[in-house]
């Protein structure tokens, strides 16, 4: 019982490592990698303390390495749009959004402000409501989606609401990801708001992560 209980014990931390590095490595990417051969250890914590994430990284442990693999392997693409990014990261830092969330993006449209599907469109794969609800308009002639400048203001109310309301920089992440309804079933099923209880729980949606 006692091995079986440590093999649990294991898999869950592995399994946690994962999930962990799959969140992060969106947002940490280059803000800790630089562009050298490794990951800048305190600028890695301060992330972490930035998004109000009370978790440790151990220097060489096995996520500090992931991480540190899966920030070589965007570099490149990252070359690629850089310019778009710095124009979004100032105009976020303008605003005092946390510099980490200029790399979502990255992930939901590769920086291509002009891409569009029949729900969501822009670098920030806004769907139409959403978008109206934060003050774009979006018509036939006329879809703020697709400007940079614009969607990223709208970005900036809809994270601006979400941290006023939840108080953390991570639960304003997630609300995006996920929907504020599905946040808050979340939270009340597990009692708790904690970046690690969360992201653990086998209901938290696959396209936040």
Known sequence: M???????????????TMKLLHFLGLILFLS????????????????FSLL???EKIEPNGKL???????SYNKLKRYHEV?????EL???????????????????ESGFNPKIKTKTV????QLSAQTAKNFGLNVSKKNDERLDSH????????ILKHYYKKYKKWYLADFAYGMGEGTLERLIKRNGSDRFSVLFLDPKFPKGTK
């Open 150 to 157: 614009k969607s990223t203001e709208a970005i900036i109310k």
């Open 64 to 70: 500090y390495k992931v991480l540190q693999e899966n």
């Open 89 to 107: 990261l100032e105009q976020l830092d303008n605003s005092n959004i946390p510099p980490f969330f200029s790399y979502i993006p990255f992930h």
């Open 121 to 124: 469109a822009g670098l920030w």
């Open 2 to 16: 006692v091995h079986k209980h440590l093999s649990t014990k294991v898999f869950k931390r592995e399994k946690y």
């Open 52 to 54: 109000n994430i009370d």
């Open 32 to 47: 800790t990698f630089g562009f050298g051969n490794q990951i800048d250890l305190e600028k890695l914590q301060n992330s």
């Open 82 to 86: 850089k310019e778009i990014h710095k």
